[in-house]
């Protein structure tokens, strides 16, 4: 028996999903899914960007960034370990994504503006899984950037929003912002347009558009939408200058892929930021604010069907189940 397993890696935790292969082909979640905080050593604090940014080609993690790195890898580990337990006699094939900037080699991550650089991520996680005896049918290849899996994901997914369109453009807004995108029925590697889409993490985009942004002007630990119901002060104004950033951006990021001869027949947007487009007791603050500020682009884009939000959370962890069946064509 073959079980497939999605893991999807964010900012304050990681999620497991065991993921079910139907008749269609498609993808749907499974009845099983584990989710862990990540263990955070009291003192740590992310190195300093202009650091990891100057040090990408080669990490130099310190004694207490590499005891966090390691206190991550032991949360992915047991996740897994719990993710699968009575499952031991399977065929276990695992894929996994993780926030920030991936190695050259695609097997780490180099910078990470909310968490330890993981540069080792998968050697050291395919040691810990053999050292828990798991029987993963080949070990994990590579650490999957999550924009390109959110990516998969609405692609192979039964309810996802790229499936049957041939170029889309996807963007996911969480802790962050990250970005996937499909062009005639293939995807390509986010980190290989750098030159054309800025990381929105240099451009100031991720603070502007991402959760963590809009609670910290909030100064609230609680999302916004329910900020916006409770009469909170500034929450409906701050959504909507959230949705008028988000249609700029948008416009800026269709442009350049324009100009660069990718031309996208979809706009996704998921995650966090999906479920605000989505809730039409919100769509009063969103709706208008985000098709003026695309108004030069396409008219009523929510309403033509060019702009989609997407609801699907686990697309990331889709994505890389996806993947790790060889079901994504590059």
């Known amino acids: 028996m073959t079980v497939l397993i999605g893991i999807d890696g964010g900012a304050s935790g990681v999620r497991l999903f065991v993921v079910d292969q139907l008749a269609t082909g ?30 990408q080609d080669d990490p130099q993690l310190e004694r207490m960034e590499r005891e966090e790195a390691d206190a991550w890898i032991h949360t992915v ?12 006699d399977a065929d276990l094939r695992l894929g996994v994504c993780m926030p920030g900037v991936k190695t050259a080699d695609g097997r780490g991550v180099a910078i990470f503006r909310r968490g330890p650089r993981l540069p080792h991520f998968v050697d050291d996680l395919n040691r810990q899984l053999r050292g828990r005896n798991l029987p993963l049918a080949s070990p ?36 962050g912002v ?9 995807f390509v590697p986010i980190r290989s347009l750098r030159d054309v889409l800025p ?59 324009e100009q660069a001869g990718l031309a996208c027949e979809r706009v996704v947007v998921g995650a966090r930021g999906g479920e605000l487009l989505a809730d039409l007791g919100l769509a009063e603050f969103t709706h208008s604010a985000l098709e003026n500020a695309l108004a030069s682009r396409r008219n009523r884009a929510m309403r033509s069907g060019f702009l989609v939000p997407s609801t699907l959370r686990a697309a990331p962890a889709i994505g890389v189940a996806a993947d790790a069946l060889e079901l994504i064509e590059r």
């Not at 047991?78 to 031991?88: C, S, T």
């Not at 924009?147 to 369109?165: R, S």
């Not at 916004?224 to 500034?234: D, F």
Request: a negative charge.
């Open 26 to 55: 498609r993808l749907r979640l499974g009845a099983r899914q584990v989710e862990h905080d990540w263990t955070r050593l009291s003192g740590f604090q992310p190195a300093p960007l202009d650091q990891q940014v100057a040090e």
């Open 77 to 88: 580990a047991n996740l897994v370990a719990e993710g699968v337990i009575g499952l031991r």
């Open 140 to 175: 994990i290849e590579r650490v999957s950037d999550d924009g390109d899996a959110a990516a998969w994901g609405e692609e192979w997914a039964a309810e996802g929003k790229l499936g049957g369109v041939p170029s889309g453009y996807l963007v996911n807004l969480g802790s």
């Open 178 to 186: 990250a970005e996937g995108l499909k062009v005639e029925g293939g």
């Open 199 to 257: 990381a929105p993490w240099l451009t100031g985009a991720e603070d502007r558009l991402g959760m963590v942004g809009l609670q910290r002007d909030l100064d609230s630990t609680r999302p916004i939408g329910a900020l916006v119901r409770a009469g909170h002060p500034g929450a409906a104004e701050r959504l909507t200058r959230w949705a008028e950033d988000l249609g700029a951006f948008l416009r800026v990021r269709l442009e350049r892929l």
